[in-house]
T-cell receptor, first 114, second 113 residues
Framework: AAGVIQSPRHLIKEKRETATLKCYPI?????VYWYQQGPGQDPQFLIS???????DKGSIPDRFSAQQFSDYHSELNMSSLELGDSALYFC?????????????FGPGTRLTVL | GNSVTQMEGPVTLSEEAFLTINCTYT??????LFWYVQYPGEGLQLLLK?????DKGSNKGFEATYRKETTSFHLEKGSVQVSDSAVYFCALRGEAAGNKLTFGGGTRVLVKP
């Protein structure tokens, strides 16, 4: 079965640079979520989109922005990168029907900021 | 707000031992509960879920029962294998569909042969 695809899998950036992370949800899924997992920590919710509209917002820095496109893929844009942004970034997708609203996660993008 | 508390690890077991990972939650209404597993260097995989009180989720020999009276969703497996070594996350999704997941801190399990 098709899974959530994230690219790139690994990314190394310098401080103050920008980064763009991409997420391709499971086909026919209409909702995308972004989470950040710091070293040894649990994933923290950043932001979500339903049908291309932002549906919820968590602890996402103002330096970050995201959107969902007409083909339902999503991109997380990160600017003015800081050392503390080094983390594993997960995208998850779901089909927003209550009985089957389970989030399936991608493999993650490991971002290292030097 | 919603919160999830799970036992701290690491939990070290011998192969074929019984595994229990405690998970309790705080939430309003009727949340859905999940266990995700993260193998070394990999992403989060859904292990099992329960969407209403007294539901039992099960998969790959793991089980967890949604206990509303004790606000718990403890994970159990009767006989662990070395391949079960991973970090296990208990998670909660608020009552409304499309809500974010709130995770517990994760429990690292190490199974020795």
């Amino acid at each position: 079965a098709a899974g959530v695809i994230q690219s790139p899998r690994h990314l190394i950036k310098e401080k103050r640079e920008t980064a763009t992370l991409k997420c391709y949800p499971i086909p026919r899924h209409d909702t995308v979520y972004w989470y950040q997992q710091g070293p040894g920590q649990d994933p923290q919710f950043l932001i979500s989109f339903y049908e291309k509209m932002q549906s919820d917002k968590g602890s996402i820095p103002d330096r970050f922005s995201a959107q969902q496109f007409s083909d339902y893929h999503s991109e997380l844009n990160m600017s003015s990168l800081e050392l503390g942004d080094s983390a594993l970034y997960f995208c998850a997708s779901s089909l927003l029907v209550a009985s089957t609203d389970t989030q399936y996660f991608g493999p993650g993008t490991r971002l290292t900021v030097l | 707000g919603n919160s999830v508390t799970q036992m701290e690890g690491p939990v070290t077991l011998s192969e074929e031992a019984f595994l229990t990972i405690n998970c309790t939650y705080t939430a309003t209404g009727y949340p859905s509960l999940f266990w995700y597993v993260q193998y070394p260097g990999e992403g989060l995989q859904l292990l099992l879920k329960a969407t209403k009180a007294d539901d039992k989720g099960s998969n790959k020999g793991f089980e967890a029962t949604y206990r509303k009276e004790t606000t718990s969703f403890h994970l159990e497996k009767g006989s662990v294998q070395v391949s079960d070594s991973a970090v296990y996350f208990c998670a909660l999704r608020g009552e409304a569909a499309g809500n974010k997941l709130t995770f517990g801190g994760g429990t690292r399990v190490l199974v020795k042969p």
